[in-house]
C-alpha cells in the first residue's frame, strides 16, 4: 500500500527567509502524481503545486519549488520569501493511477515570524 | 465563483440524530469525493463517485450514506450520528482519477460536532 510520511509535525521560518518542507512516499507504481496542498486557518484545502513523476524537471509556482528525488521517493517543498499569508498546515499528498485514490500526509504546521 | 461548495459550513448536533451534508461542484467534473479530517488534522477519503456512479468505498460505516443526483453534485448522509464522527468532512472534484495527471479541488469543509 502506498503510504505518505511527512517527518516534521512543525516548522517555522522568520518572514523573508526560505524553508524546506519535506515528504518521502512509498510505492511501487512508476508513473504517479504528487502535490502539496495548504491549509490555512480557514481549513479551506488549496493546492499549491503539482510534479508529474515521469517529469523530471522540478515544478515552481512562483515562490514555491518542489526537489523531486524519484529515486529516493522524496518530494519536499521549498517556499521562498516567506510571507505571512504562508503560516498554514502542508500536506503531501500522492495519487495513485492504480486505485483513484489520493493519499495524503500528516501535515506539516508551518509558523511564519514577522 | 466558487469551485467546490458546501453546505453546511458548521453543524452542530445531538448523538443520534440524522444530518446530511450537501456538495456541488461547477467545475464540470465527472468524479466527487468525500473526505474526512480527523482530530489531528489527518485527511482520508471516504467515498469518490464517477458520473453518479460509487467507484470508492473505503471502511466507512454504513451509517454513513452518499447520494449523488446528478454529477455536478454528491452529498453525505449520516445515521445515528455518534460523538466519534465529529470531524471536519471535506468534499472534492476532479475530472479524470483514470488519469495519473488527475487533481483534486477541494470544497471549504464541514465542521461537524455531536455532543
Known amino acids: 500500500a502506498q503510504t505518505v510520511t511527512q517527518s516534521q509535525p512543525e516548522m517555522s521560518v522568520q518572514e523573508a527567509e526560505t524553508v524546506t518542507l519535506s515528504c518521502t512516499y512509498d510505492?511501487?507504481?512508476?508513473?504517479?502524481?504528487l502535490f502539496w496542498y495548504k491549509q490555512p486557518p480557514s481549513r479551506q484545502m488549496i493546492l499549491v503545486i503539482r510534479?508529474?513523476?515521469?517529469?523530471?524537471q522540478n515544478a515552481t509556482e512562483n515562490r514555491f519549488s518542489v526537489n523531486f528525488q524519484k529515486a529516493a521517493k522524496s518530494f519536499s517543498l521549498k517556499i521562498s520569501d516567506s510571507q505571512l499569508g504562508d503560516a498554514a498546515m502542508y500536506f503531501c499528498?500522492?495519487?495513485?493511477?492504480?486505485?483513484?485514490?489520493?493519499?495524503f500526509g500528516q501535515g506539516t504546521t508551518l509558523q511564519v515570524k514577522p | 465563483d466558487t469551485a467546490v461548495s458546501q453546505t453546511p459550513k458548521y453543524l452542530v448536533t445531538q448523538m443520534g440524530n440524522d444530518k446530511s451534508i450537501k456538495c456541488e461542484q461547477n467545475?464540470?467534473?465527472?468524479?466527487m469525493y468525500w473526505y474526512k479530517q480527523d482530530s489531528k488534522k489527518f485527511l482520508k477519503i471516504m467515498f469518490s463517485?464517477?458520473?453518479?456512479?460509487?467507484?470508492i468505498n473505503e471502511t466507512v460505516p454504513n451509517r454513513f450514506s452518499p447520494k449523488s443526483p446528478d454529477k455536478a453534485h454528491l452529498n453525505l448522509h449520516i445515521n445515528s450520528l455518534e460523538l466519534g464522527d465529529s470531524a471536519v468532512y471535506f468534499c472534492?472534484?476532479?475530472?479524470?482519477?483514470?488519469?495519473?495527471?488527475?487533481?483534486?479541488?477541494f470544497g471549504p469543509g464541514t465542521r461537524l460536532t455531536v455532543l
Open positions: 472534492a472534484s476532479s475530472q479524470d482519477p483514470g488519469q495519473v495527471t488527475d487533481t483534486q479541488y
Open positions: 510505492t511501487s507504481e512508476s508513473d504517479y502524481y
Open positions: 510534479q508529474e513523476a515521469y517529469k523530471q
Open positions: 499528498a500522492f495519487f495513485s493511477g492504480n486505485t483513484g485514490k489520493l493519499i
Open positions: 467545475l464540470g467534473h465527472d468524479t
Open positions: 463517485y464517477n458520473n453518479k456512479e460509487l467507484i
